[in-house]
């Protein structure tokens, strides 16, 4: 248990059903930005700015911050959360049922899978499968110094650095152009940015969301930083498009703000579903992305889609994503299902038995 000290609040409700919304809604987003990119309709309609082009320009910046948001749910999430190794073992575990799992099933259909795919399928977070993944294993490392630095930390300093932090990693490069190489950035695919963000989440898991934003002003928030993000990205420069973007950032935390004031009653409908596919979340991200998945299956697979008529365009785009989100969620259900008549969960746990991680106390 981390002893938080200063005015850092003791949490009263510690599940959010609107952040586990936010989880569905932004892998949703993240899909749909694989449909565009990896299915190769943005190479598709490169060019001249016709309607194809500006439909998915839209589609895609609007999508484009779920990335930021998925990052903000952990730091939001996690800062008060004890610190297990199990948890690295798990998480590696579930990754490498996906790379190997390809890795066997594409080699079977005689696919040409090389010894590199491979050792990439056993070594999947250092050979960096899935960039996030990888990213995020450097954050856990790092997890039990932030947590305990966030938790010495007075509301008003922690807001200073989140403040700071955004001016002096994202506002500045953006307004000077310049990717700054000595931040190890690399667009926001890297750790540092995912660390920027868990920071920015936890000091959001202090604030009273709901008393301080209105859910109007959110939206009309976003779709102003969504606006300036799609004409800053063609008439000034592509750094406004990238993950660390100031337009991009913004329109990510005006909608993680929306979802985590979200009133979802317990009882309803609604919390049904969020429960049932919320832990599934990372399994979609998992399978529709895999390497091999991406190399034999998506690659450039709906590239047709340019050639329909513009009124059914953004449908098809839309309705792609979400089949590939129900096929990746089902296989998710499954390998669950499967690790837990296996035991898993429970055979990882003894990992922290073997290694148990301190408790914090005040210094």
Not at 117 to 138: N, Q, R
Not at 270 to 281: D, Q, R, S, W
């Amino acid at each position: 248990m981390i002893t938080t000290t200063n005015d850092a609040k003791k949490d009263t409700n510690p599940y959010n059903p609107g952040v586990d919304f936010l989880r569905i809604f932004a892998m949703f987003m993240i899909v749909v930005t694989h449909v565009l990119g990896k299915g190769g309709i943005r190479s598709s309609v490169a060019g001249d700015p016709d309607p194809h082009f500006l439909i998915t320009w839209a589609i895609q910046v609007a999508a484009y911050g779920a990335v930021n948001c998925y990052a903000l749910i952990s730091g939001y999430v996690s800062v008060n959360s004890n610190y297990r190794y199990s948890k690295c073992l798990t998480l590696w575990l579930q990754v490498f049922f996906y790379t190997f799992g390809f890795t066997v099933f594409f080699s079977l259909l005689q696919k040409p899978v090389t010894y590199h795919d491979w050792v990439e399928a056993i070594f999947p977070v250092i050979t960096g499968e899935y960039w996030y993944i990888t990213a995020y294993f450097g954050v856990l490392v790092f997890m039990p110094f932030l947590n305990l630095g966030l938790s010495k930390l007075k509301t008003k300093d922690l807001k200073q650095l989140v403040i700071f932090a955004i001016i002096f990693f994202s506002v500045l490069p953006a307004l000077f152009n310049t990717k700054v190489d000595e931040f190890s950035f690399a667009k926001g695919f890297s750790m540092n940015w995912l660390i920027v963000l868990y920071i920015i989440g936890a000091y959001l898991r202090r604030l009273d969301l709901k008393r301080v934003f209105k859910k109007r002003t959110l939206l009309l928030l976003a779709l102003s930083s969504m606006t300036v993000t799609f004409f800053a990205k063609f008439l000034i420069g592509d750094i406004w498009y990238w993950y660390t973007s100031p337009s991009l950032l913004a329109a990510a935390l005006s909608v993680f703000i929306f979802f985590a004031t979200l009133d979802i009653k317990s009882d309803s409908r609604l919390m049904a579903v969020i429960k049932f596919l919320a832990p599934a979340t990372l399994g979609v991200y998992l399978f529709h992305l895999n390497p091999l998945m991406v190399r034999f299956v998506i690659r450039d697979g709906f590239v047709s889609f340019v050639d329909a008529p513009i009124w059914l365009f953004p449908f098809l785009i839309l309705g792609t994503a979400l089949l590939i989100y129900f096929l990746s969620t089902v296989v998710e259900l499954l390998r669950m299902r499967l690790f837990k008549t296996l035991k898993i969960g429970q055979l990882a746990q003894k990992l922290d038995n073997i290694l148990p991680f301190g408790i914090y106390t005040k210094s």
